[in-house]
């Protein structure tokens, strides 16, 4: 699988909100196919890491690479809003509070940005939709609108949206925080499916149990730094510094 | 001279057709006040100031003087410049226009209110900023703004009787011309009253089947 180890790079992270610096020299690899858990206490930077990776939230330094181009390169405003609306096809992203768009029916919600941005016709649109719905169990509910749908069916049909754009990154945050817990399972189980067909995935979750069945790296995060990572089964079982210790003491029913 | 209103099947004909002009310009002027009032909302919220500043101008003029007026200017007025309009249509532009704004302002704070999740999804599968805002915000904003849109309308639709100033022949001034010929005021307005309930009533109607076309999409 790691035909290309430095698929995605982020090197030397850093991003601050006026003076506060949320991440501090962040730097990590992921090789294509590989799927790496981020974890880490509330305000640690996770989310604002995974946002800098797609340029919603842009860097103050550092760079990030995908597939060998420069997500966040240095170009003249309108050249790189070209750039980076065509790199932002390639990663996909998932949210905590799943933002479908409330007017537009599950098929509309996936088929318009590959209409828009793709050309396609209407009969492939729709036969984008059905395939990509149907991965993710909701292709009975392919006319329903957003309300109509429980907030797993909504995490469900918004990773479908991702999805369709074909991208070589998904990156989801926290995605089934928001959901009840009697949902959390349907939205876990299609992240599973995707792991098996080997999509990169970043992945930001509180789940430990989630992340050390799927994920292949586990990375802690604390105050911006990454403390720790490596294999779940080092990560989880045997951490070897303290913040991580006490952080999972936290978080695991049986931890180290 | 008490009230007799056999006298209006006779002039039923004019005050009809003034009612069919009084639909025809508010259809008219509502339909360019709603895209009118999405352009001056995108405008005043997105475009630099260099565009931004004439259309301040232009709002503060429909916004701050009477309607009358502003009628006056654009039928009247224009023609100093070479702008000879027809009455129906400076009438038209003059009650679009000035409803316009008045959508606009709804529509800006609805854009604002739009979660900014929606904003960062749509940039998120590589929409642009302005693909974006005409597929994710606006039409977002403009669903929530349904209502009150729909009762600027009604007050659209009752500000036409103004536009026959201009000598538009709408139902207000057909019905003072029939009054004109059978000296029966009160009949003849208590008809064009009618009229108007029956106008105000059917838009009503339609603003109810689009808010419940619209209702699971919110
Ligand atoms: N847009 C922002 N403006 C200012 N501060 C922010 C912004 N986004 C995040 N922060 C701050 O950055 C820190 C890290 O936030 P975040 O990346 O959301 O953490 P996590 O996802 O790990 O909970 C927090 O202290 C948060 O308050
Ligand atoms: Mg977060």
Redesign the interface.
């Known amino acids: 699988m790691s035909d290309n180890p430095e698929f995605v790079q982020i090197r030397h992270a850093q991003k601050s909100f006026g003076k506060l610096e949320v991440l501090k020299d962040i730097s990590l690899n992921v090789a294509r196919g590989q799927i790496v858990a981020i974890i880490g206490p509330s305000g640690s930077g996770k989310s604002t890491l995974l946002r800098a990776i797609?340029d919603?939230d842009p860097l103050t330094g550092g760079e990030v690479w995908l597939d060998g181009t420069q997500v966040n390169k240095s170009l003249p405003h309108r050249q790189y809003?070209k750039h980076i609306?065509?790199m932002?096809?390639d990663?996909?992203?998932v949210?905590q509070?799943f933002?479908?768009?409330?007017?537009?029916t599950a098929r509309e919600n996936v088929t318009?940005?590959p209409k828009?941005?793709k050309g396609l016709s209407d009969r492939e649109a729709d036969a984008l939709a059905e395939e990509q719905l149907d991965k993710v169990g909701m292709l009975e509910r392919i006319d329903y609108?957003p309300?109509?749908l429980s907030g797993g069916q909504k995490q469900r049909v918004?990773i479908a949206?991702?999805l369709a754009?074909k991208p070589k990154l998904m990156l989801f945050d926290e995605a089934t925080s928001a959901l009840d817990p009697e949902l959390v399972d349907e939205v876990n189980q299609v992240m599973k499916k995707l792991a098996e067909e080997h999509i990169t995935m970043i992945i930001v979750t509180h789940e430990m149990d989630f992340a050390a069945a799927v994920c292949d790296r586990v990375l802690f995060m604390d105050q911006g730094v990454v403390v720790e990572e490596g294999p779940p089964w080092v990560i989880f079982r045997n951490p070897k510094k303290e913040r991580t210790r006490a952080f999972l003491r936290k978080h695991l029913e049986n931890a180290p | 001279m008490g009230l007799d209103f056999t006298v209006i099947p006779k002039y039923l004909d004019i005050v009809l057709l003034g009612g069919l002009w009084t639909i025809g310009i508010t259809v008219a002027a509502a339909l360019l006040s709603f895209f009118g009032g999405i352009l001056f909302a995108v405008i005043a919220l997105y475009a630099p100031a260099m565009i931004r500043w004439p259309f301040k101008v232009v709002e503060f003029v429909f916004m701050g003087t009477p309607l009358l007026l502003q009628l006056f200017l654009i039928y009247f007025g224009l023609v100093q410049i070479g702008v000879d309009l027809p009455a129906f249509v400076a009438g038209v532009i003059g009650l679009g226009l000035h409803f316009a704004v008045y959508n606009s302002e709804l529509i800006q704070t609805a854009i604002l209110s739009v979660?900014k999740?929606?904003m960062?999804?749509?940039?998120?599968?590589?929409?642009?900023?302005s693909?974006a805002l005409r597929?994710?915000v606006v039409?977002?904003a403009v669903?929530a703004v349904i209502p009150p849109i729909g009762n600027n309308m009604i007050a659209l639709l009752k500000d036409s009787a103004l536009v026959s100033v201009i000598g538009v022949s709408e139902l207000t001034l057909s019905a003072q011309r029939a009054i004109g010929a059978t000296y029966r005021p009160f009949e003849f307005y208590l008809l064009a009253a009618a009229f108007y309930y029956v106008i105000n009533l059917c838009m009503e109607w339609v603003q109810r089947r689009i808010e419940r076309r619209?209702s699971?999409?919110?």
Do not use: C, W
């Not at chain 1, 933002?99 to 537009?104: A, E, S, Y």
């Not at chain 2, 960062?120 to 900023?129: D, I, K, N, P």
């Open positions: 797609n919603l809003e609306n065509a932002r096809q990663i996909g992203m949210f509070h933002n479908l768009f409330p007017h537009l318009m940005a828009l941005l609108y309300s109509q918004a949206r991702a754009m | 979660d999740g929606q960062e999804a749509a940039r998120t599968v590589g929409l642009s900023r693909q597929k994710v039409p977002q669903r619209i699971l999409s919110r």
